[in-house]
DNA sequence: TTGGCCATGTAAACAGTTACATGATTGC
DNA sequence: GCAATCATGTAACTGTTTACATGGCCAA
């Protein structure tokens, strides 16, 4: 008559880790010891365009990188007046952020937009208004093209040198820290995607503000 | 002496609404009285391509707007066995959905892109284990654009049988209902932005294998 | 009898945002 | 004297996700 059900082992199931800001953070350290407002800034300049964070966040997540044991930090105020405190990958770090990466990603993240829900439900509105958002929108992702087109212009000069030197990775292979040329391959690759997204983004609303117009004429 | 700060009072910044589910939620019900696991239904249909939730948030927020009088809610079990609480949309709901509509979108989102980040620090990955992984998502989004696809196909189907008709619908002037037409033609968007999004993705994926390939043969 | 669909919720944890809070240095 | 930049954090709140919890109908 015992009960069994107590043990019961529940299936495990592959559990998906998210938690990116901890990741890019840890990415960010390995490259160079940094402090918070570094990361921050490394984050702004970078891969803050499909990744932000607030710098309470980083803050936040350095202390539970710290706790988790992925990094160490000191407190260190060398030749300065300033209290910096500067943040170390630890080899607990390294191992975790190698498995993070070498469990692929097996689903797609769902797409959040919101101008796509106030398209939607737009039906409400007058063709004008709706015309006079679109514009807007329109505008603000030429500002956020060129943004990227600057970006990767920069980028452009470096790979140039990069690409006299020759290429030594074989496959398979990587000594732990990172290949400078495939680095700088797959940056240079997510800014092309900046520029490819507005680029579509700017041609859908083009599109849909041609389409409206077409209909309002009919009135 | 008197201490006046206390006084000074905050400047207004123009606070952008969020809370998409809320609105979401109020346009479905105001084009149909609706259960909440009805709109679970209609969002995972629709708007869940680009905005998605979980029905435990679709009950809660149910809640929410029914506290704040935007809806109203009836238990009702007819002539079945089933008690369903259906939502109705009140005069101050579809108020506060036209006022929501009318106060545009003066920025643009940021972009939260995980492949991006996890390619951004691949260069600690292996050029094969990065390729799999790209090979992995490109077949993910190429099922996502069939799906697309299959519910533009659909749309297309009614989108003709609505063309016969003609449109009656003056600038700056709406019944308060949405127009029929405007709105197929809104909604008809938005899965072309999907379909657009997708092939942009799988071009960007192509390239991003391609340029691997190319580093990996030269060693 | 098993699994799928209908139907509704609560609770806890986690992620992300906004606001609060402080203070030194540097250049105009 | 003022604004910008450097520099670090905490607190409260909102939004999202996961897990818990229940129960009836219907078809294979």
């Known amino acids: ?46 891969t803050g365009n499909f990744w932000h964070a607030y710098h309470s966040q980083v803050y936040t997540t350095l202390r539970k990188l710290e706790e988790e044991g992925l990094i160490q930090t000191f407190v260190e105020n060398g030749n300065d007046h300033l209290t910096r405190r500067v943040c170390y990958i630890t080899e607990k770090g390294k191992k975790a952020l190698v498995e993070w990466l070498n469990d692929p990603m097996i689903e797609i993240p769902k797409m959040k937009e919101d101008l796509l829900v106030r398209v939607f439900f737009s039906g409400l509105r007058s063709i004008p208004e709706i015309e006079a958002e679109l514009r807007l929108q329109k505008k603000l992702h030429e500002q956020q093209l060129a ?17 006299t030197k020759t290429v030594k990775l074989k496959p398979n292979e990587h000594n732990g820290d990172m290949d400078p040329t495939l680095t700088r391959l797959l940056q240079h690759a997510t800014f092309r995607f900046g520029i490819a997204y507005e680029e579509m983004y700017i041609h859908w609303l083009d599109d849909l503000i041609k389409e409206l117009k077409s209909v309002e004429s009919i009135v």
Chains 1, 2 share one sequence.
Do not use: C, V
């Open 1 to 46: 008559m015992t009960d069994f059900s107590i043990w019961i082992i529940p299936s495990f199931i592959l559990i998906i880790e998210r938690e990116m800001l901890k990741y890019i953070l840890l990415g960010f350290i390995w490259q160079k010891p940094s402090t918070g407002y570094e990361l921050k800034h490394a984050l702004d300049n970078t």
């Open 147 to 163: 943004l990227y087109r600057d970006a990767r212009q920069s980028i452009g000069a470096d790979k140039q040198i990069a690409e």
